[in-house]
């Protein structure tokens, strides 16, 4: 979705009386556009009377904001220690292969971006994934497969 000045002034009013107001309005602006493009960074910084620099430090800090719009369907891939040790790297790098992006790349149709995930608490059924908003125990290609034609219907 295309960056609208006025729509994010109206959510930024929304968050801005809260203390630390910065991370509820970025993730508030980024669950509405998608992403945070430059336009956020200098429109929330005025709105907040931070500098550009913070809040730049904060976007880039926090793995869940993009700068870029992502896919229509995101899936990430569990890379902690108990995943690792059940086929989790495995299982990413068959996932870079067959999607042909790396780590938060989108494939070129824009249907999936491929992120790391660190813990999603599924460490008993290791490997684990995410694809959208299901979670995908002892995962493996197959499985991935089937939830991202889920996710299109």
């Known amino acids: 979705m295309t960056w609208d000045t006025q729509r994010a002034a109206g959510i930024i009013e929304t968050y801005k009386h809260l203390d630390g107001p910065a991370l509820p309005v970025l993730r508030a602006l980024q669950l509405e556009f998608g992403h945070l493009p430059d336009e956020a960074v200098a429109q929330v910084a005025e709105a907040l009377n931070l500098s550009r620099a913070e809040v730049h430090g904060v976007v880039t800090f926090y793995h ?83 939830a991202l034609r889920k996710c299109r219907r």
Request: net charge negative.
């Open 64 to 146: 869940d904001f993009r700068r870029e719009p992502g896919g229509r369907t995101d899936l990430k891939i569990c890379r902690a220690e108990a995943c690792q040790a059940m086929g989790g790297d495995a299982l990413g790098d068959e996932a870079r292969k067959r999607l042909g992006v790396d780590w938060h790349g989108t494939t070129k149709d824009g249907e999936v971006t491929l992120e790391p995930m660190f813990c999603l608490g599924l460490c008993s059924v290791a490997p684990a994934a995410q694809v959208g908003d299901r979670l995908v125990a002892r995962a493996d290609w197959p499985k991935i497969e089937e």
